[in-house]
């Protein structure tokens, strides 16, 4: 079974552009999850969806990051205009309640790099 | 809020065990898991306990005390592999919220 999937891998954009960033969540996962990581803050929940709706924004930075989840096999964070402490690993997880735990699945990530 | 806290770093020679402590307090408590890491890569699954006890999976085996807000992550006969960061993390609701990682070493 495919895991969770993102694109792009790497990203290097300039100060003020527009990042967009994809996710695509495990087949028959409800719930999906947009993390941040860096070595000063570890990693940090941005939003959580469940069953394709906005539940908690409250990590999201600031207005210049927006989120969106159109169906439940796709979802995109979005940053603009991108600033330089932008910069870190984004992840998407996702999880099923028919999972143990609720278990979170990770994406290999998207390493964000603005210059 | 949430607090958890683990050993920044630990080193182990190969074929030994290690044991990665944790502990938290936390608002709410649904369950703990343990990530592995490797650099430059995702968070992946290890463990997850939500009772009292220990947890045995192969060479990986988790332990949970809720009333000591106390957790730890063995690992035995540990191989060259093994190295990576690994995680403790804290389920209140919905919310996973992550220490901030243990690095283990494996010399030969």
């Known amino acids: 079974d495919a895991g969770v999937i993102q694109s792009p891998r790497h990203e290097v954009t300039e100060m003020g552009q527009e990042v967009t960033l994809r996710c695509k969540p495990i087949s028959g996962h409800n719930s999906l999850f947009w993390y941040r990581q860096t070595m000063m803050r570890g990693l940090e929940l941005l939003i959580y969806f469940n069953n394709n709706v906005p539940i908690d924004d409250s990590g999201m930075p600031e207005d210049r990051f927006s989120a969106k989840m159109p169906n439940a096999s796709f979802s995109t964070l979005k940053i603009q205009p991108s600033e330089p402490r932008d910069s870190a690993v984004y992840f998407c997880a996702s999880s099923s309640a028919d999972a143990e735990g609720d278990t979170q699945y990770f994406g290999p990530g998207t390493r964000l790099t603005v210059l | 809020g949430q607090n958890i806290d683990q050993p920044t770093e630990m080193t182990a020679t190969e074929g030994a065990i290690v044991q990665i402590n944790c502990t938290y307090q936390?608002?709410?408590?649904?369950?703990l898991f343990w990530y592995q890491q490797h650099a430059g890569e995702a968070p992946t699954f290890l463990s997850y306990n939500v009772l009292d006890g220990l947890e045995e999976k192969g060479r990986f085996s988790s332990f949970l005390s809720r009333s000591k807000g106390y957790s730890y992550l063995l690992l035995k006969e540990l191989q060259m592999k093994d190295s990576a960061s690994y995680l403790c993390?804290?389920?209140?609701?919905?919310?996973?919220?992550f220490g901030a990682g243990t690095t283990v070493t494996v010399r030969a």
């Open positions: 936390t608002s709410g408590f649904n369950g």
């Open positions: 993390a804290v389920r209140a609701g919905y919310k996973l919220s």
